[in-house]
T-cell receptor, first 114, second 115 residues
Framework: EAQVTQNPRYLITVTGKKLTVTCSQNMNHEYMSWYRQDPGLGLRQIYYSMNVEVTDKGDVPEGYKVSRKEKRNFPLILESPSPNQTSLYFC?????????????FGSGTRLTVV | SQQGEEDPQALSIQEGENATMNCSYKTSINNLQWYRQNSGRGLVHLILIRSNEREKHSGRLRVTLDTSKKSSSLLITASRAADTASYFCATDARNSGGSNYKLTFGKGTLLTVNP
């Protein structure tokens, strides 16, 4: 089944403890992206990647890192999480960066930082 | 920055009725897409309409695009309880390079279809 897989689905962590949210797609998509979703603010892009080793900042990149060493994987790294990073996170992928194709979203990771 | 803004924020209808949601945006676009999100779940792509298209259909969905007014509408006909979800428009803004390689989402319309 074609899908974007995120792990974990739920995560509660403490301030400052480094964490990684994994994202993997099995559709050979070139483009991958991370969004966070917060009440009243909608979805905001954190980082995106147009292909292997090509990443760029979205609208809210502060406090996050990403890497794209392989085409299928696009992990989101929080080096020192803070409570304001408590959010619902989504990974998404698309065939190519031109956006003439829709995004496929993962099921989401609900992160709580205490 | 928010590109698309959906209207209304919430809509409640009876099963069998039609639901219309609107989206307005600010800058020139390559295409506009609509997504559905069931509570807390991932977004599901519904339909994409390109800037040179005016109307598109997919099953019970009908999307229109008016680039002169920078607006789009999503019509769901003969709604069902299973259509209850949030609906988002997303725009692929055009820049001098062709695309800014980002889909920008609105805040969504919460549709409730009562049995």
């Amino acid at each position: 089944e074609a899908q974007v897989t995120q792990n974990p689905r739920y995560l509660i962590t403490v301030t400052g403890k480094k964490l990684t949210v994994t994202c993997s797609q099995n559709m050979n998509h070139e483009y991958m992206s991370w969004y966070r979703q917060d009440p009243g603010l909608g979805l905001r892009q954190i980082y995106y990647s147009m292909n292997v080793e090509v990443t760029d900042k979205g609208d809210v990149p502060e406090g996050y890192k990403v890497s794209r060493k392989e085409k299928r994987n696009f992990p989101l790294i929080l080096e020192s999480p803070s409570p304001n990073q408590t959010s619902l996170y989504f990974c998404a992928s698309s065939l190519v960066a031109s956006h003439f194709y829709g995004y496929t979203f993962g099921s989401g990771t609900r992160l709580t930082v205490v | 920055s928010q590109q698309g803004e959906e209207d209304p924020q919430a809509l409640s209808i009876q099963e069998g009725e039609n639901a219309t949601m609107n989206c307005s945006y600010k800058t020139s676009i390559n295409n506009l897409q609509w997504y559905r999100q069931n509570s807390g779940r991932g977004l599901v792509h519904l339909i994409l309409i390109r800037s040179n298209e005016r109307e598109k259909h997919s099953g019970r969905l009908r999307v229109t695009l008016d680039t002169s007014k920078k607006s789009s509408s999503l019509l769901i006909t003969a709604s069902r309880a299973a259509d209850t979800a949030s609906y988002f428009c997303a725009t692929d803004a055009r820049n001098s390079g062709g695309s800014n390689y980002k889909l920008t989402f609105g805040k969504g319309t919460l549709l409730t279809v009562n049995p």
